[in-house]
């Protein structure tokens, strides 16, 4: 058994806990917090199981690094705070950790990923014979290794094309909706996950690992923008009112251009109401999906529709992320120390798990 911590219990962190105390070769060895009201109780609780698991939670790193746990799935937020996340990570690392995490977009793409994130990381590995694996479902499972599996039943390919379309109104996450995606504001504010360059520093990554497993050359990577506002005020259970004339739907496209055609596109497409934007392409059921097309002969189309908590279509894909993260620690504990992506790590089948309850 392969002693794990699962560090923070947020949106990721509980559906961590589940996938560890779920995973046959692992056992949780600790769950880290960050808020005092969290210390002490049962992880089973803070994971959302209907059973206690006999690990306190603990806000206390240091000790938890000196117990050497073999594995860490880091599910702390890094998306407003990557110094501090790369920072934690590191120290994992250099306690000799196999650490797995969704939380730094830049390493999804670690060969081309800037010196100043890459070097402390092999810094870290070289020093405390650790391992990182970065990855989640978009960016992650849904623009990488999906695509590139559908992309192999194609005669010919024309377009690789990925979406991930979701109504946010399901989201627990009103900092990111409202502020870094900017729902809910005017139509002339500049949200930073919209801002130039800020998609392609998120998803270009993707567009370079689905050209690297592809065989092609990028000529660039191109962006393209579109923003509708609501005609009228909408209210949404886990967020509040947003009113009519702000921003209430989002579509952008990371394209992967090839031979001066785009020919890998990432297209996320976003809204805080159905009303908003309806001539859009929507999901099937109008609450979230993620979807790749394959251009060419024959065309292909495939959705994921994922589901969990209560059939919250966005904590599905949450704990989609997350399976492919803590199905790569047995693989990663039996490989060298390193800085991995996901065209190193397989997906593997649920060896183990069919049918499997955990007591």
């Known amino acids: 058994m392969i002693p794990t911590v699962v560090w923070g219990t947020g949106n990721v962190g509980r559906a961590a806990i589940r996938a560890v105390a779920a995973h046959p070769a692992l056992t949780l060895a600790a769950v880290l917090v960050h808020d005092p009201a969290k210390v002490g109780r049962d992880a089973g609780e803070l994971g959302g199981l209907e059973r206690t698991l006999g690990v306190a939670a603990t806000d206390d790193i240091a000790a938890v690094l000196a117990a050497r746990p073999r594995a860490v799935v880091y599910a702390a937020s890094g998306d407003i705070r990557p110094d501090d996340a790369l920072t934690d990570i590191g120290r994992a690392i250099r306690a000799g950790a196999v650490v797995v995490t969704p939380s730094l977009y830049p390493l999804y793409d670690q060969r081309n990923a800037p010196p100043e994130l890459r070097d402390p990381v ?6 405390g014979g650790g391992s990182l694996f970065v990855s989640g479902v978009d960016p992650g499972w849904g623009n990488d290794v999906l695509p590139l599996l559908v992309s192999g039943l194609g005669t010919e390919v024309d377009v690789i094309r990925c979406q991930e379309i979701f109504d946010y109104s399901t989201y627990e996450q009103e900092e ?18 919209l801002a130039e360059s800020v998609p392609t520093m998120v998803w270009g990554g993707q567009i370079r690992l ?7 050359e990028l000529d660039e990577i191109r962006e393209t923008l579109d923003r509708r506002a609501l005609e009228k005020e909408v209210r949404t259970r886990t967020m509040g009112a947003f009113a009519a004339g702000t921003q209430g739907a989002v579509r952008f496209e990371v394209q992967g251009i090839v031979d001066g055609e785009p020919r890998i596109v990432i297209e996320h497409i976003t809204r805080i109401h159905p009303s908003c934007a309806p001539d859009w392409p929507s999901p099937p059921d109008g609450v979230g999906a993620h979807r790749v097309v394959i251009e060419g002969r024959p065309r292909i189309e495939v959705t994921v529709e994922a589901s969990d908590e209560c059939e919250n279509r ?12 803590v199905s790569a620690i047995d693989w990663l504990v039996d490989a060298k120390p390193g800085l991995y992506d996901a065209l190193d790590v397989p997906l593997r ?11």
Not at 122 to 127: G, S, T
Not at 178 to 188: A, E, Y
């Open 349 to 359: 089948p649920a060896v183990g798990r069919l049918g499997r309850r955990p007591a």
């Open 314 to 325: 966005s904590a599905g894909g949450n704990a989609t992320a997350v399976g492919r993260l």
């Open 122 to 127: 092999l810094a870290a590995v070289a020093e």
């Open 176 to 193: 990111s909706v409202r502020h870094l995606i900017g729902m809910g504001h005017p139509m002339d504010y500049q949200p930073l996950m």
């Open 210 to 216: 689905m050209a690297r497993a592809l065989g092609v």
